[in-house]
């Protein structure tokens, strides 16, 4: 199965990874899988639930930690700040 997320081209990914959870600064204890897997959508502002403000970033690096080629999902996100939180337009 190829699953394509825009949690792969954001900046957060992987910033807090552990316990083999996959993690960012917006889900630190591990992406909720209806977010990940079953409905991998826009993330340009937090959703119900989410403890904190962090919000999509697009990835500074074009490469992933192995080299490889990312796709960036979009290439700016007008409802974040300059540090991937969210602020109002």
């Not at 500074?60 to 337009?89: F, H, L, M």
């Amino acid at each position: 199965m190829n699953i394509e997320s825009i949690c792969f081209s954001c900046d957060h990914w992987g910033s807090n990874n552990y316990d083999g959870l996959i993690g960012c600064r917006a889900f630190p204890g591990g992406i909720p899988r209806r977010f990940y897997i079953d409905d991998p959508h826009s993330h340009d502002k937090p959703f119900e639930g989410q403890d904190n403000d962090y919000v999509y970033m697009p990835a500074k690096s074009k490469t992933d930690r192995r080299g490889d080629k990312i796709r960036i999902y979009q290439e700016s996100n007008p409802y974040a700040d300059e540090n991937g939180r969210y602020k109002e337009v």
